[in-house]
């Protein structure tokens, strides 16, 4: 929700048009999950699966759009005439993008939230520091959003892995992506603003 909301707050000229067109298909996706399984993620469908996959792939395509059109403003010199909106727009791509790469790897270590809970997958996509010291957490142990937006925020910020390393290749890439638009966001972000500040 926090993702949708993000995509609403941005320029007219950052997103696709209309402006809620993508953002009322996004909630749209949303209240269909949540109606299907409204306490825990615990039912095994390849229609819930296929819709919560769509809906991330929805924000992820709004926020590349934003993300590319943003750049391309301060690249041409379009954008970016105060400090303010700029670091506003920036950060709320930055936002976005943190959130729907944590939802992607959520959704997509060994499987999905409700393939981990029942273990049918033994080998993991990412490794978390309890697996290698499971003696530092419960017994049954098991990672949840909060270790994915972990995961998330430390690739956007360090732009590498820190204690969660990425083992399938799917993972590596996906941290590479991240990385690179967290990155030239950031960069073209904050250089414009300097500039703009002096």
């Not at 954008?79 to 950060?91: D, I, R, V």
């Not at 490794?127 to 290698?132: D, E, L, V």
């Given at each position: ?125 990412f490794q978390f520091t ?19 937006l972990y995961l998330s ?46």
């Amino acid at each position: 929700m926090t993702a949708i909301g993000l995509q609403l707050v941005l320029p007219d000229r950052l997103v696709f048009r209309p402006h809620y067109v993508l953002p009322a298909l996004e909630v749209a996706l949303l209240l269909g999950l949540v109606a299907s399984n409204p306490r825990r993620i615990d039912k095994e469908s390849t229609l819930l699966r296929a819709a919560s996959m769509a809906l991330i792939a929805v924000i992820s395509v709004a926020n590349a759009g934003s993300a590319g059109r943003l750049v391309h403003e301060l690249v041409n010199g379009t954008a970016g005439q105060s400090a303010g909106p700029l670091l506003s727009n920036g950060a709320a791509i930055w936002v976005t993008n943190l959130l729907v790469f944590a939802l992607w790897y959520w959704e997509l270590d060994r499987g999905g939230p409700v393939r981990r809970s029942l273990g049918v997958s033994q080998y993991p996509d990412f490794q978390f520091t309890q697996m290698t010291s499971p003696e530092l957490a419960h017994p049954h142990w098991e990672p949840m959003f909060a270790d994915y937006l972990y995961l998330s925020f430390t690739n956007a910020t360090a732009f590498s892995p820190t204690d969660v390393l990425p083992l399938s290749r799917w993972a590596k890439l996906t941290m590479m992506i991240q990385s690179a638009v967290s990155l030239v966001t950031i960069a073209l972000v904050i250089a414009r603003a300097v500039n703009i500040l002096k």
